[in-house]
């Protein structure tokens, strides 16, 4: 059984950063496409930035130059460094993993940016 968990998440002043983690078992995501999504409220969820098993990685143009994803194969885990948060970054942020049986979710983890 796949497990995704998300954890990092917190509230932060506009310009702190935070680091989120996702850690999977059950699978490894060595041959895994990673994804990190937010969802704010009243909003659909969008990608924010995403890892393939190749070690190609992107970000959305809207969070470039202040997000990056990073994996770590060996602990079975990705990372989002967010940095320079803005109260427009205000989401549960969740991850996704995706193999060749489909795809498994994280129960998401809040990110509140305010003063």
């Known amino acids: 059984q796949v497990q995704v968990v998300e954890s990092g998440g917190g509230l932060v002043q506009p310009g702190e950063s935070l680091r989120l983690s996702c850690t999977v078992s059950?699978?490894?995501?060595?041959?895994?496409?990673m994804g990190w999504y937010r969802q704010a409220p009243g909003r659909q969820r969008e990608l924010v930035a995403d890892?393939?098993?190749?070690?190609?990685?992107t970000v959305t143009n809207t969070v470039k130059g202040r997000f990056t994803i990073s994996r770590d194969n060996a602990k079975n885990a990705v990372y989002l460094q967010m940095n320079d948060l803005e109260p427009e970054d205000t989401a549960v942020y969740y991850c996704?993993?995706?193999?060749?049986?489909?795809?498994?979710w994280g129960q998401g983890t809040q990110v509140t940016v305010s003063s």
């Open positions: 996704r993993g995706t193999w060749i049986e489909g795809d498994h």
């Open positions: 059950g699978r490894t995501i060595s041959v895994a496409f």
């Open positions: 890892s393939f098993s190749d070690g190609t990685a």
